[in-house]
């Protein structure tokens, strides 16, 4: 994970190449670059994966190890999750390509998310696959897709291309790939702008009982 610092805005980039997978590696490396960002008092991150992927979910292969192995990968992964929906600094989801399953769910977690312009798509396809919904994805799923959308999104695990995904809820704008890179670090410099202290305070509060939810279920996993 690349991780840069340039006027106190910092960007942390996935590219494993392939489908930028959520696995051991990938959530040391962005809690590393989270606490990071926030050692080097910076005002702004931006989240974003490698052109055309934003984020595949989480690595399957971590599964395959075992029970253990994948219900830490999963536990920290919501972890995650809390803390991208609590953190104090403005959060910019940079949505480079794909983003499917817990890669929706983190650009989800931030609070600006930019997506781009392509042949593209965004999922939750946990009921199509066969999977329960935990109380906290629920949460931050009901937080987030607009009313209109959410059984198509949850239950039916619906497809959306980028400008369905605005409609839906999963982001906020879309622009040109080529334009995603400034768009995302004039929306993090505008959101840097405003006082910190009321941001972080003020976020916490809008999002108090989506939170507490999140945070009762984390309790209770395994």
């Known amino acids: 994970m690349k991780y840069e610092n340039v006027a106190n805005t910092v960007t942390l980039t996935f590219d494993d190449g392939k489908a930028n997978v959520v696995g051991p590696s990938f959530l040391d490396d962005i809690n590393a670059g989270l606490d990071r960002a ?7 991150v931006i989240l974003r994966g490698r052109e055309g992927m934003f984020s595949g979910g989480f690595d399957l292969k971590e599964f395959e190890k075992g029970a253990e192995d994948g219900l830490k990968m999963v536990q920290r ?3 995650l999750l809390v803390r991208l929906y609590s953190f104090p600094l403005p959060l910019v989801a940079a949505s480079t390509g794909h983003g499917i399953a817990m890669g929706a769910f983190i650009i ?15 999922s939750l396809p946990e ?23 959410l059984n198509r999104v949850t239950l039916l695990s619906e497809v959306y291309s980028p400008e369905q995904a605005v409609d839906a809820g999963f982001i906020d704008e879309l622009v040109e790939v080529g334009d995603l890179e400034s768009r995302s670090r004039e ?9 910190a202290r009321q941001f972080a305070s003020n976020k916490v509060a809008l999002r108090a009982d989506t939170l507490e939810i999140m945070k009762s279920s984390l309790a209770s996993f395994g």
Do not use: N, Y
């Not at 989800?108 to 965004?122: L, N, P, Q």
């Not at 009921?127 to 959308?149: E, N, Q, S």
């Not at 929306?187 to 006082?195: D, F, G, I």
């Open 38 to 44: 926030q050692e080097e008092g910076a005002t702004a």
């Open 77 to 79: 992964g919501f972890e």
């Open 108 to 122: 989800m977690a931030c609070d600006w998310r930019i997506g781009s312009r392509g042949d593209f798509k965004m």
């Open 127 to 149: 009921t199509r696959i066969g999977m329960d919904l935990p109380p906290i994805l629920v949460a931050l799923t009901t937080a987030r897709i607009t009313p209109k959308h």
């Open 187 to 195: 929306v993090a410099e505008q959101l840097a702008q405003l006082p």
